[in-house]
């Protein structure tokens, strides 16, 4: 999950609610995201739904996918929308669930609560109505809705996962959610919390893929379905949000799932949250390979040195394969200037992956060829400048990229 990077609950919701009733307010004016008919177009919403739907309803349109590609919701339902805006998606849900069915429409934004009750008064709408509420926090009672529709919203969401557990309690067993949502395919790390603006434009916020959909599956989805992936913010009319979205892979999903009958405990959760290929996962995206090669080549070199010593003290006397140790220690060298090589793609500097090339050559000299501690060290000296000036080379262009120059990072 991404962390929230230096912003509190407070200036994010500030953020969205002043974003979110522009959009409202005045759907006219410049966003850095596709809003009105034309965005429903291009996401695919089928043109005879969107010339039923009220004219200013449509005006105020931000969905990054249509949700309804994943068909979870289903004639005579209960259906919640989460962070319905304008209430689109909520009015054509209101129009699969029939007389017999019924829609609440829940956003978080009393302008765009007030919108739409006023368009529903309107339109004489019966089956639709509205409650301004946070996602984090449903007014609904446990199981008493069938299905979830949602669109463009989680990413806004500072607690991720309390809203998942919260979509997880309101349904009923087996009931159904429909999602479209951006994901990214590397968290953002620098702090961003100089510019709040930067959460509200959906890119900062998001969750890398694999974390999206495994926190469903943590709070006990089943059948995970991707069912479309949009390159969403090619539509943006802004060039900086649509080069911010291209450096961190930032497009948009539509997903289908069915809650599962109970969600998993505490310690399930955490089992899952613990296993090692999310753990290298995370590492990876995160840049911090090289961290975790240098710290396994330090304890594999000194951690055994010590603690053979100790064992010794201690009067157990371990016999080391000299060559296995040795070969395990420059493996993770090597991993190390490895792990730092793919920085050349972010901020185009090859002085890093020089550096932990000849600290990890300067390592295995010292192992092979002739051992120096001084040389032996000096080597993984070099490995942990490299490391560190890989890192703040990384943070400089995110923070470029982010348009909030070098000093933020
Ligand atoms: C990108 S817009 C999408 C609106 C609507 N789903 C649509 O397709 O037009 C995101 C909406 O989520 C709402 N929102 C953001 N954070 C929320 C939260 N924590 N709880 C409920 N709604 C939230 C915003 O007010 C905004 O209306």
């Given amino acids: 999950m991404v962390a929230i990077l230096g912003y509190s609950r407070e200036q994010i919701f500030t953020a969205v609610k002043a974003m979110y009733t522009a959009v409202a307010s005045a759907p006219s004016a410049d ?93 004489g709408i019966a089956n639709v109505s509205t409650l301004q509420a946070s996602a984090e926090r449903l007014p609904l009672a446990d199981g008493s809705i069938d299905s979830i529709t949602s669109n463009g919203v989680l990413n806004l969401v500072p607690d991720k996962r309390r809203a998942v557990a ?36 959906c ?41 911010v979205a291209a450096s961190f892979g930032a497009r948009s999903v539509e997903v289908g799932m069915r809650r599962g009958a109970h969600a998993p405990g505490p310690l399930l959760q955490w089992l899952r949250r613990s296993d090692p290929r999310r753990i290298a996962a995370s590492i990876w995206r995160r840049g911090f390979l090289g961290v975790a090669g240098l710290g396994l080549a330090l304890l594999t070199c000194y951690g055994t040195l010590i603690g053979t010593g100790l064992l010794a003290m201690a009067g157990v006397r371990l016999a080391l394969n000299q060559n296995i140790w040795a070969g395990a220690i420059a493996l993770f060298a090597v991993l190390t200037a490895t792990a730092v090589a793919p920085g050349i793609r972010l901020h185009h500097h090859y002085g890093p992956t020089a550096l932990a090339t000849a600290g990890a050559a300067i390592v295995c000299f010292a192992l092979f060829v002739h051992y120096v501690f001084v040389v032996e060290l000096s080597g993984f000296a070099a490995l942990a400048a490299a490391v ?22």
Wanted: negative net charge; glycine residues 8%; hydrophobic residues 40%.
């Fill in 31 to 123: 966003f850095h995201f596709p809003v009105g008919r034309t965005a429903a177009e291009t996401l695919g919403y089928p043109r005879e739904r969107l010339d039923a739907l009220p004219r200013t309803q449509l005006d105020s349109f931000a969905g990054v996918g249509c949700p309804f590609n994943a068909g979870a919701v289903r004639p005579g339902d209960i259906t919640l929308d989460i962070g319905a805006g304008a209430g689109n998606d909520a009015v054509i849900a209101g129009e699969i669930v029939g007389p017999d069915g019924h829609v609440v429409a829940l956003d978080l934004t009393p302008a765009m609560a007030r919108k739409l009750h006023e368009t529903l008064a309107d339109a």
């Fill in 166 to 201: 919260e979509m997880f309690r309101v349904l009923r067993p087996d009931g159904r959610l429909q999602i479209a949502d951006v994901v990214i395919d590397r968290p953002v790390s620098v702090d961003c919390h100089t510019d709040p603006r930067l959460w509200v434009e």
């Fill in 203 to 243: 890119v900062v916020g998001a969750t890398v893929e694999e974390d999206f959909l495994d926190m469903f599956r943590d709070a006990g989805f089943q059948d995970l379905r991707t069912v479309r992936t949009l390159d969403y913010f090619a539509h943006s009319p802004s060039a900086q949000t649509r080069e």
């Fill in 388 to 409: 560190w000036w890989d890192i703040r080379l990384r943070r400089w262009a995110e923070a470029r990229v982010l348009g909030l120059g070098p000093t933020t990072s």
